[in-house]
């Protein structure tokens, strides 16, 4: 059982910047791949970027790439998500997940089976 509980979201002014935090419960977050998902108010939830339980693979959304990075600490069990150069269409529920799979790290949320509850970024243009 895993317990994933994100922070570090906020409004935030276009253009700025923000680093999400999800920290992890239990003694095998390092086996773990651990996502960032999104999910804003009327639309379907997405893939926001996903790495490896060895943080040696990692893949973005195309709306994430050049602008939002990946990263864990094991040692601290804490996945985060930096985000620069915000814009209002990011403005969404941010979620992380977590996947004990032992196959490539996917964009599919079905591949997850730990969830956390969500942090809100409001993006104000």
């Known amino acids: 059982q895993v317990q994933l509980v994100e922070s570090g979201g906020g409004l935030v002014q276009a253009g700025d910047s923000l680093r999400l935090s999800c920290a992890a419960s239990?003694?095998?977050?390092?086996?773990?791949?651990m996502g960032w998902f999104r999910q804003a108010p009327g639309k379907e939830r997405e893939f926001v970027a996903v790495?490896?339980?060895?943080?040696?693979?990692?893949s973005y959304a195309d709306s994430a790439k050049g602008r939002f990075t990946i990263s864990r600490d094991n040692a601290k069990n804490t996945v985060y998500l930096q985000m620069n150069s915000l814009k209002p269409e990011d403005t969404a529920v941010y979620s992380c997940?977590?996947?004990?799979?032992?196959?490539?790290?996917?964009?599919?949320?079905?591949?997850?089976?730990?969830w956390g509850q969500g942090t809100q970024v409001t993006v104000s243009s």
């Open positions: 997940a977590a996947s004990s799979r032992s196959d490539s790290p996917s964009s599919t949320a079905s591949w997850y089976k730990y």
């Open positions: 239990g003694r095998t977050f390092s086996s773990y791949s």
């Open positions: 790495i490896s339980w060895t943080g040696g693979t990692k």
